[in-house]
């Protein structure tokens, strides 16, 4: 037996860590909600469920009671909008922001939003919901409006500059294997056919990321395809790759590129996620 040393007396009469009450869990909660919708512009009770609560048995139920708890504050901190699939968005009201701006958050409201009820929500909708999951994993994503509002570590132009294209979002991939710098990946959703032009700028990507882009420290490394399974756009992109690069190309390009598909229904609702890299 070893002997008692003095950092085992110190541990003995070090006061035990003091569980959060649960009115402090809550207000963490709501809080996370807040900065959840500042960040996606516009967001769903299960966007809430799944990105607050993402292993909560009763999720859904916790984030209505959440959601309720929030618009019913006075003054209201979010906003019920009927969005463009006949469901319900929230999006942050001018007290919400500036809520947000006492907690250190910049952000602006979403009172002046189009896009939630325009026909642009669905891609915006499964675009948000991709990097809201990305996120859960330990990354951090930004979507093409919040790097428009200067959130994200890289003006438009800079993106522009990385990517050679402004892509529909940017994910900061969490490295574990000691790797040094921050890596980019361009995430592209596609929600209606496009024609091969369009595809071969988002495949450009892949191209610049095998080649070493980077700026400013950070190193892009690739490509992510985004979009409903069942309309099956992974099918075209793997035809339009095949169209523009040849043999060699494709050995180089390929590995980065990333197909991730998922299942949906109205008022959209998700399924589970497939990410497949690109084999062609």
Same mark, same amino acid.
């Given at each position: 037996?070893?002997?008692?040393?003095?950092?085992?007396?110190?541990?003995?009469?070090?006061?035990?860590?003091?569980?959060?009450?649960?009115?402090?869990?809550?207000?963490?909660?709501?809080?996370?909600?807040?900065?959840?919708?500042?960040?996606?512009?516009?967001?769903?009770?299960?966007?809430?469920?799944?990105?607050? $609560?993402?292993?909560?048995?009763?999720?859904?139920?916790?984030?209505q009671r959440l959601v309720k708890r929030l618009i019913e504050r006075e003054p209201a901190l979010l906003v019920v909008?009927?969005?463009?699939?006949?469901?319900?968005?929230?999006?942050?009201?001018?007290?919400?922001?500036?809520?947000?701006?006492?907690?250190?958050?910049?952000?602006?409201?979403?009172?002046?939003?189009?896009?939630?009820?325009?026909?642009? $929500?669905?891609?915006?909708?499964?675009?948000?919901? $991709?990097?809201?999951?990305?996120?859960?994993?330990?990354?951090?994503?930004?979507?093409?409006?919040?790097?428009?509002?200067?959130?994200?570590?890289?003006?438009?132009?800079?993106?522009?500059?990385?990517?050679?294209?402004?892509?529909?979002?940017?994910?900061?991939?969490?490295r574990t294997d000691g790797s040094a710098g921050r890596f980019i990946r361009a995430i592209e959703t596609e929600s209606?056919?496009?024609?091969?032009?369009?595809?071969?700028?988002?495949?450009?990507?892949?191209?610049?990321?095998?080649?070493?882009?980077?700026?400013?420290?950070?190193?892009?490394?690739?490509?992510?395809?985004?979009?409903?399974?069942?309309?099956?756009?992974?099918?075209?992109?793997?035809?339009?790759?095949?169209?523009?690069?040849?043999?060699?190309?494709?050995?180089? $390009?390929?590995?980065?590129?990333?197909?991730?598909?998922?299942?949906?229904?109205?008022?959209?609702?998700?399924?589970?996620?497939?990410?497949?890299?690109?084999?062609?």
């Amino acid at each position: 037996m070893r002997p008692v040393s003095l950092q085992d007396v110190a541990a003995l009469l070090r006061a035990p860590a003091r569980r959060p009450s649960s009115g402090e869990l809550r207000r963490r909660a709501d809080l996370a909600a807040l900065r959840l919708v500042a960040r996606y512009a516009h967001c769903t009770v299960a966007d809430i469920a799944a990105s607050i $609560y993402p292993s909560g048995t009763y999720a859904t139920q916790s984030a209505q009671r959440l959601v309720k708890r929030l618009i019913e504050r006075e003054p209201a901190l979010l906003v019920v909008r009927r969005n463009a699939l006949g469901g319900r968005s929230l999006v942050l009201s001018r007290p919400g922001a500036a809520f947000l701006e006492m907690h250190g958050t910049l952000c602006h409201h979403g009172m002046d939003l189009a896009s939630v009820a325009g026909p642009t $929500y669905r891609h915006h909708a499964i675009t948000s919901r $991709y990097c809201q999951m990305q996120e859960l994993t330990g990354a951090t994503a930004w979507t093409e409006q919040a790097i428009g509002q200067g959130l994200a570590p890289l003006s438009q132009r800079q993106v522009l500059k990385l990517c050679g294209k402004l892509p529909d979002a940017i994910v900061e991939e969490r490295r574990t294997d000691g790797s040094a710098g921050r890596f980019i990946r361009a995430i592209e959703t596609e929600s209606a056919r496009k024609g091969t032009p369009f595809l071969a700028k988002g495949l450009n990507i892949a191209k610049r990321a095998s080649d070493g882009a980077s700026l400013y420290g950070f190193t892009l490394t690739g490509v992510t395809f985004v979009y409903d399974a069942e309309q099956d756009h992974g099918a075209r992109i793997k035809r339009v790759a095949k169209s523009i690069w040849d043999e060699q190309q494709r050995r180089a $390009y390929a590995p980065h590129v990333a197909l991730a598909s998922v299942s949906t229904r109205l008022p959209l609702a998700f399924g589970e996620w497939q990410v497949r890299p690109l084999k062609i």
